[in-house]
């Protein structure tokens, strides 16, 4: 009996299988139909007969379409750099162009640190070289051989490498040293030969000519700056100066050296002053309040400079530099128990304030009773009063029985504030021609005193109290205290 072949048999069965799986099926949609079981059907699988391709699978790079959205190796494909020198590094120069893909094409690299891609030498990871590159692309050249960090090493034309002023950018200076490595003292402006070998160059040799002239030698009196300093024979011999405002010091900026120890006429030897025109000024004087250098100390004091209140008085004009209603110049009122104007008394300018007694004449004199002597006794009476502003006065009467034998004594005395000038007198009945008077500072007393002859009839008496206007400063806002006594 003849066997079949067995291969040819398998792929019967396959064929079979697989017309039995394509033929479409009466009543389903093939779109429905899922053949590469993978949870996609046919309409929303790209690739219905590949399990690994449809819309929920991720993206590789492999030049398949692996997620279904019709884009390919999108998101992950690599940046490849161009790696001329073959060494692996990609160029880090951006112009240099790149490529994107899922391999490295040939004459790429995936790295872009490669500072030289013309040079297989120099990349990352190369042992540094004192050779004046960047081995290592470290962005340091020969790091480890600059000795004084300067950016040149020995082996790049360092001359120095223990001075960093010394390098071959450095600016040549007279110094008799080769600043710029370039194997020459000096440059073309700069000259560093020594001429008249005394051991300065000639670019420091005020002299160059002559040996006895150079920087740090002594100073003779030979009519030469042998120093170089700027100043003939300043240390051997004397210094004279003129005195202009003859405050007996000389003006510092006009110091002349006379080797014979005789100075010009008129000249002196102390020359501190630091303004030769005004007597003022100088070492010594006192310093005052306007904004000059009184004493020559190189310095203006910050009171005489700053206005904190911005009212126009510096500090040291006023008495209150915090507040700008307090300056000299303003009205002085006894509202605030402020000294406004910083005069050193408060409400000399009160005119404006009411007047607590109105009686400034005799026809307005406030009635003080009776003084009678009949019991033997010294009657007194006792007011207060307030003189408000200097042309303020006030005016006080009283009857006076004098019924004794002997004299009998009256007597006016005020009590004057703090910070002011009374006066006080006793008047008959002539306000021109006291009978007494007498004026005071506070805190004593102003007393007026008259000695009467005995008299049996009534009189009548006037005390006035008013500020002293012939002197600064004579009014206070506090009260006074006026006693009126028969003895």
């Not at 790696?83 to 004459?107: H, N």
């Not at 303004?275 to 009171?303: F, K, M, R, W, Y």
């Not at 500090?315 to 050193?344: F, K, L, Q, S």
């Amino acid at each position: 009996m003849h066997r079949p072949d067995r291969g040819a048999l398998a792929t019967i069965v396959l064929s079979l299988v697989l017309l039995a799986t394509c033929a479409p099926v009466e009543g389903i949609d093939p779109g429905d139909l899922d053949r590469d079981g993978d949870g996609y059907p046919a309409r929303e699988d790209c690739d219905d007969a590949n399990f690994a391709r449809n819309a929920g699978a991720t993206e590789i790079c492999d030049g398949i379409d692996n997620d279904c959205d019709h884009k390919i190796d999108n998101g992950v494909q690599k940046t490849y750099y161009v790696d001329k020198d073959g060494d692996g590094f990609g160029s880090s120069d951006a112009e240099e162009g790149t490529i994107k893909g899922c391999t490295v094409p040939p004459g790429y690299a995936l790295d872009n640190t490669d500072c030289d891609d013309s040079d297989r030498s120099i990349k990352p990871g190369t042992p540094e070289l004192c050779n004046g590159r960047d081995d290592d692309c470290d962005q340091v050249v020969d790091e480890g051989f600059d000795e004084d960090g300067d950016g040149f090493s020995f082996c790049l034309d360092d001359c120095n490498d223990n001075d960093p002023a010394i390098n071959p950018t450095a600016e040549e200076k007279c110094n008799g040293v080769d600043d710029n490595c370039d194997g020459v003292l000096g440059s073309d402006t700069i000259d560093e030969a020594d001429d008249d070998g005394d051991g300065a160059p000639n670019c420091d040799d005020c002299d160059p000519a002559d040996p006895s002239v150079r920087p740090g030698t002594y100073e003779l009196c030979d009519g030469k700056d042998n120093d170089c300093d700027g100043v003939i024979d300043e240390t051997a011999a004397g210094s004279w100066c003129p005195d202009a405002d003859g405050d007996g010091t000389g003006d510092a900026g006009q110091i002349v050296f006379v080797c014979d120890g005789t100075g010009p006429e008129g000249w002196i030897q102390v020359c501190t002053d630091c303004d030769d025109t005004d007597s003022d000024v100088h070492p010594g004087a006192l310093e005052t309040c306007n904004g000059i250098d009184d004493n020559c100390d190189g310095t203006v004091p910050e009171g005489e400079l700053l206005d904190d209140d911005g009212d126009g008085f510096v500090r040291c004009e006023e008495c209150d530099d915090t507040d700008p209603d307090v300056h000299p110049g303003v009205t002085d009122t006894c509202d605030d128990d402020i000294d406004n104007d910083c005069d050193g008394q408060q409400g000399e300018d009160a005119t404006s304030q009411e007047d607590p007694e109105p009686n400034d004449d005799l026809g307005d004199a406030v009635e003080l009773g009776t003084l009678d002597d009949s019991s033997g006794m010294e009657p007194c009476t006792t007011v207060s009063g307030q003189i408000v502003g200097a042309a303020d006065e006030d005016v006080y009467a009283f009857e006076s029985i004098d019924q004794l034998t002997d004299n009998w004594l009256i007597s006016a005395s005020a009590q004057v504030p703090v910070g002011a000038r009374y006066c006080v007198a006793l008047i008959d009945d002539d306000p021109d021609n006291p009978l007494a008077s007498a004026c005071a500072y506070g805190p004593s007393e102003a007393s007026a005193e008259v000695d009467m002859v005995p008299y049996s009839a009534t009189r009548t008496f006037y005390v006035r109290v008013w500020a002293d206007d012939t002197v600064a400063l004579s009014n206070s806002c506090e009260p006074y205290s006026l006693t009126v006594c028969g003895y």
